[in-house]
C-alpha cells in the first residue's frame, strides 16, 4: 500500500546491519517509495552522493560499522537533503546540533519509519 506523500521518494538507507538494512528496503517498498540505494559503510554514502543523482531523503544508523555517520549527514545537509536517524539510544544518541532531526530509537516500526519520513520530508496528512 502505498502512502501519499511518500510514493515515488527516492530514499538512501546507510545501515551496516544487512538483516535491518533488508527490512528497511522492504518496508519502505511497502510505503511506495523507491530504494535510492543501501549503503553499509560512510565512504559508500558519501560516494553515492557525490553525484547529481541525489536521493529526496535518507535514513542513517549513527553507528556504520564503528563509526559516525556524520559525514554522510553533513553533505546531506550541504545538499537540502532531509534525514532521519536511527540509533538503540534514542534522540539522546544524537551528536550536539543534530537533536532537531528526526530519530528513531531502535527497534523501530514501519509507522515509525512511516512517520519519521513524513516530518523529515514536510508531509503532511490530511
Not at 46 to 69: F, K
Not at 73 to 92: N, W
Amino acid at each position: 500500500m502505498s502512502i501519499p506523500g511518500l510514493a515515488g521518494r527516492r530514499i538512501l538507507i546507510v545501515e551496516d546491519e544487512s538483516l535491518v538494512a533488508m527490512l528497511l528496503e522492504t518496508m519502505l517498498e511497502d510505503m511506495g517509495c523507491v530504494l535510492f540505494g543501501t549503503a553499509s559503510r560512510v565512504p559508500e554514502a558519501v560516494e553515492m552522493l557525490s553525484g547529481d543523482d541525489l536521493p529526496d531523503a535518507a535514513l542513517l544508523d549513527v553507528n556504520v560499522a564503528g563509526q559516525t555517520v556524520y559525514p554522510v549527514a553533513e553533505l546531506l545537509k550541504a545538499k537540502g537533503i532531509p534525514m532521519v536517524f536511527s540509533t538503540g539510544y534514542g534522540q539522546g544518541g544524537l551528536a550536539e546540533g543534530w537533536e532537531t532531526h528526526p530519530s528513531l530509537q531502535k527497534p523501530y516500526t514501519e509507522p515509525m519509519i512511516q512517520q519519521a519520513l513524513m516530518q523529515a520530508l514536510g508531509v503532511t496528512t490530511a
